[in-house]
Each structure stands twice: as structure tokens, then as C-alpha cells.
């Protein structure tokens, strides 16, 4: 056993799977820029009670699974569990609410959670993840969802479902969560669990033991609690997935695992998980911005995991290009310094190059040219550095042609343009 191991559970990807990795998380993130949300880099740890405020003090999130500790100066500090508090927050900070509205934001990073791990459950994860604030319309919720499905799509995958659910406006909440802690009140629960339902009784329905679970059977369902603007909403959403092709379950016992969701919430759910079978979610936060101390804003976001959306792919045996885009590999024959001195003159016109170190012969040096999935390979050696002249090698079809070595990136790039590079 090595000295040092990684913390436990966390997720870490190397080569080969991180080039697929990259795939799927540049696949996220393009998907969410093609629909004009712009990047927001925000810092992987907060002010504690950005999290105990936003994602609400109820939540197994903010109650169990916080990497919470003191800085140097005091301060309590804790590593993000989730992306959209810290986005709500800099909008608020940096007045991004008074320009053109909605302002649509996406991100992509690590998170932390305390989880007991498990597979597709680790205590740091990556998600992309979009947030479009300060306009309430059916019709963003529909982006919205349009958007995280379909950079699934784009990766191939099918066998998940999506699942919707309306949580309702505050009116709906009151009306309901009155109900819900009348029917709460009637069963027998112990005082920790008490003293949570107190605080929000919708967390009972988070609790994974079957006595509770079939307590709660005859609860009441908010969906039966919606005004009538929150289920004209709903209905609008609904219809607007429909008209855009969008299959969809309504579950209306969904709870998210976030206290500040609103009206349209919703998850991906993939059937090759097992029990981490959920690859993404999000909806609609229409009182955040106001906790936070901003605006009476609203706003609606999704957060994708990367980690499980990369296993979902690997479930469904989907072909990831592991191509790292190379254009030439060199094997240097004696010295190594020309074929450097030549890599880098390359590289500044724009090439992928890259070269055979240590004191390889030439059969290890090709092999190693093999395995970089390179399209062309040169020989450097005494002879062609003191005649200029390459044979250039193409690595799938194995053909040479000769080439000075004045004239190489010109050439490179001419066959290279053709594949829709370089230009
Ligand atoms: P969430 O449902 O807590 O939502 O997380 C989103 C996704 O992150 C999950 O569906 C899952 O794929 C992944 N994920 C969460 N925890 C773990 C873990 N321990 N290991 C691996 N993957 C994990 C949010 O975080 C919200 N901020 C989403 C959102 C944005 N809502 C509105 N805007």
C-alpha cells in the first residue's frame, strides 16, 4: 500500500478515463453556452451561513454533510455543497440583477458533501451546472430543462427519464405544510425527528426508514395544495416539454434536497445506476435571491453531475473518442534538443505536438508515437536534421512522404485544415 492515499470517497480521474471524463463535462458545458448562459467562476468555499440560510438548516446537506471548519482569522468557512447559493450570492454582490434580465450563468467545478460513499456517491463530485435569474416565466423553465436534456442527449445516453413536479408558490405552502403538520401531529415519531419536521415537515419525506416511509403513505400531496396561477404555471411547462419533444413523468412526491425550491422542480433519473440513479436536477428558487438579501427576484437552474452522467455513459457502453487531438509525435533518434526546439516551433503555429522522452530506441519511441493516437509521426535524428528532410508518417494509413523540415507546419496544417482545425 502506498504512504499517501487519497481522502475517502472522493472522485479522481486519470488517463484514459479522464479524456472521457473531459468529453462529457465539455459536452455540459458547450450544450449550456450554445444556449447563451455565460461562465461564472466562483470560489469553492463560503461563508457558512450563505449555506445554513440557502440551502436551509432542515436539510441532511446542511446538517450532516458540510465540510465545515474555522480559518485563521475566525471566520466559519465551508466547502460548497452545491453551486446555486454562491451564484445568488455574487448576482446579489456584484449588482448582476440591475443589467439585462434574466442573467444566465453556467458553472462547472467540485463540490462536497459528507456522504457516506458509495458508488456514484463521493464526497467530492463535479457538476455542471446553469442558473437564469430574475425573470418568472413558464418559458424559461422550459429552456431550462430543454438544456440539461439535451447535453445528455448529445452524449448519447437514453435510458433515463425525466421527472417534473410543481412544489407550488408560497400560498400553495402555507396551505399545504398547515396540512402536512396536522397529519405529522397524528403519528408517533422520536424527538430528533420531531424537532426536524418542526423545522420543515417536508423533510419527513427524505427519511429513508420503512416505518416512516409507510407512515407517511396517506400524507397529503401538495400538488393538491397548488393555487391556481402555480398549476397554470405547471400546466404551461408541461406543454411547452411536450411541443418540444421532451418526455416526462410527473412525480408528485419529488423532494429535492434543497429547501429553496418553488414551483417547477425536476430530476434525471438513469436506470443503470443502481441506488446514485439520480444524474442531475434543479428548478425553480423564487425566494432565494430575497434570503440572501438581494431582490424579490426570481430563479431556476440545474445542476448535472458529471461523476454519475460519465458512469451512466460507461452503463450504456457508449463509444467516448478518447482522441487527445495530436497532430504529430516526434521520436527523437540521439540527441532530443532539435526535436524539442521543433516541437515548440510548432506548437506556436497552432499544432498539437508532442515527443518521445528518456533514451528510448526507435522501436519504443514509435510505439509510444502509436499509443498518442497522433495522425502523423516524424524520425528526428542526425541525418534528418543535418538534410532538413522528414518522412512524414501517417499513422493511419502508414504512408510516408518526404518533407523538408522548413516546410513541416505549413504541411501539417494544410492536411490538418481538411479535418476542420486550424482555421
Ligand atoms: P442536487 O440534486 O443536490 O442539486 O445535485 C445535482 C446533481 O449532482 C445530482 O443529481 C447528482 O447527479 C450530483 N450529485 C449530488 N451529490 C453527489 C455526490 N455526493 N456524489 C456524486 N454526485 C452527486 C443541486 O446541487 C442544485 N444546486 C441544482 C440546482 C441548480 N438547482 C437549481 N439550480
Known amino acids: 500500500m502506498s504512504k499517501f492515499q487519497a481522502p475517502k470517497g472522493v472522485s479522481e480521474y486519470f488517463s484514459p478515463r479522464s479524456a472521457h471524463f473531459e468529453f462529457v463535462r465539455s459536452t455540459l458545458i458547450e450544450t449550456a453556452r450554445g444556449a447563451g448562459y455565460e461562465l461564472m467562476e466562483l470560489p469553492v468555499f463560503e461563508d457558512t451561513e450563505l449555506f445554513t440560510r440557502g440551502v436551509g438548516e432542515s436539510t441532511d446537506v446542511v446538517r450532516k454533510e458540510m465540510y465545515t471548519f474555522e480559518d485563521r482569522g475566525g471566520r466559519s468557512i465551508t466547502l460548497r455543497p452545491e453551486g446555486t447559493a454562491g451564484v445568488v450570492r455574487a448576482v446579489i454582490e456584484h449588482n448582476l440583477d440591475r443589467g439585462q434580465l434574466p442573467v444566465k450563468v453556467f458553472y462547472s467545478g467540485a463540490f462536497f458533501r459528507a456522504e457516506r460513499p458509495q458508488a456514484g456517491r463521493y464526497r467530492q463530485f463535479y457538476q455542471v451546472g446553469i442558473e437564469a435569474i430574475g425573470i418568472s416565466d413558464p418559458l424559461i423553465d422550459a429552456e431550462v430543462i430543454a438544456i440539461a436534456d439535451r447535453g445528455l442527449k448529445e452524449l448519447g445516453l437514453k435510458n433515463y427519464r425525466l421527472e417534473i413536479t410543481s412544489l407550488g408558490d408560497s400560498k400553495t405552502r402555507t396551505a399545504y405544510l398547515k396540512e402536512l403538520r396536522a397529519f405529522i401531529s397524528g403519528i408517533s415519531l422520536d424527538e430528533e425527528t420531531k424537532a426536524r419536521a418542526d423545522i420543515n415537515p417536508l423533510?419527513?419525506?427524505?427519511?429513508?426508514?420503512?416505518?416512516?416511509?409507510?407512515?407517511?403513505?396517506?400524507?397529503?400531496?401538495?400538488?393538491?395544495?397548488?393555487?391556481?396561477?402555480?398549476?397554470?404555471?405547471?400546466?404551461?411547462?408541461?406543454?411547452?416539454?411536450?411541443?418540444?419533444?421532451?418526455?416526462?413523468?410527473?412525480?408528485?412526491?419529488?423532494?429535492?434536497?434543497?429547501?429553496?425550491?418553488?414551483?417547477?422542480?425536476?430530476?434525471?433519473?438513469?436506470?443503470?445506476?443502481?441506488?446514485?440513479?439520480?444524474?442531475?436536477?434543479?428548478?425553480?428558487?423564487?425566494?432565494?435571491?430575497?434570503?440572501?438579501?438581494?431582490?424579490?427576484?426570481?430563479?431556476?437552474?440545474?445542476?448535472?453531475?458529471?461523476?454519475?452522467?460519465?458512469?451512466?455513459?460507461?452503463?450504456?457502453?457508449?463509444?467516448?473518442?478518447?482522441?487527445?487531438?495530436?497532430?504529430?509525435?516526434?521520436?527523437?533518434?540521439?540527441?532530443?534538443q532539435d526535436a524539442l526546439l521543433l516541437a515548440e516551433e510548432l506548437r506556436s503555429r497552432g499544432l498539437a505536438v508532442d515527443m518521445a522522452f528518456g533514451d528510448r530506441a526507435l522501436k519504443g519511441g514509435m510505439k509510444a508515437a502509436d499509443k498518442s493516437g497522433a495522425r502523423y509521426s516524424i524520425v528526428l535524428g542526425a541525418d534528418e536534421v543535418a538534410s532538413k528532410n522528414v518522412a512524414l508518417k501517417n499513422m493511419k494509413s502508414g504512408e510516408s512522404v518526404s518533407v523538408t523540415l522548413g516546410s513541416l507546419a505549413n504541411e501539417l496544417i494544410s492536411r490538418t485544415v481538411n479535418l476542420g482545425e486550424h482555421s
Not at 482522441?323 to 509525435?329: M, P, Q, Y
Request: one cysteine or more; aromatic letters at 8%; proline letters at 2%.
Open 203 to 336: 423533510r419527513l419525506f427524505d427519511d429513508k426508514r420503512e416505518e416512516i416511509k409507510k407512515a407517511l403513505e396517506k400524507a397529503p400531496v401538495l400538488m393538491d395544495f397548488l393555487t391556481l396561477e402555480s398549476s397554470t404555471d405547471f400546466e404551461a411547462v408541461k406543454s411547452l416539454l411536450t411541443s418540444l419533444g421532451i418526455k416526462f413523468v410527473v412525480n408528485n412526491r419529488m423532494v429535492r434536497g434543497l429547501d429553496y425550491y418553488t414551483g417547477t422542480a425536476f430530476e434525471f433519473v438513469h436506470d443503470g445506476l443502481g441506488a446514485q440513479s439520480g444524474i442531475g436536477g434543479g428548478g425553480r428558487y423564487d425566494g432565494l435571491m430575497a434570503e440572501l438579501g438581494g431582490s424579490e427576484l426570481s430563479g431556476i437552474g440545474y445542476g448535472l453531475g458529471v461523476d454519475r452522467i460519465l458512469l451512466a455513459c460507461e452503463a450504456e457502453g457508449l463509444a467516448i473518442p478518447e482522441d487527445l487531438g495530436l497532430d504529430l509525435f516526434i521520436v527523437p533518434l540521439g540527441t532530443s
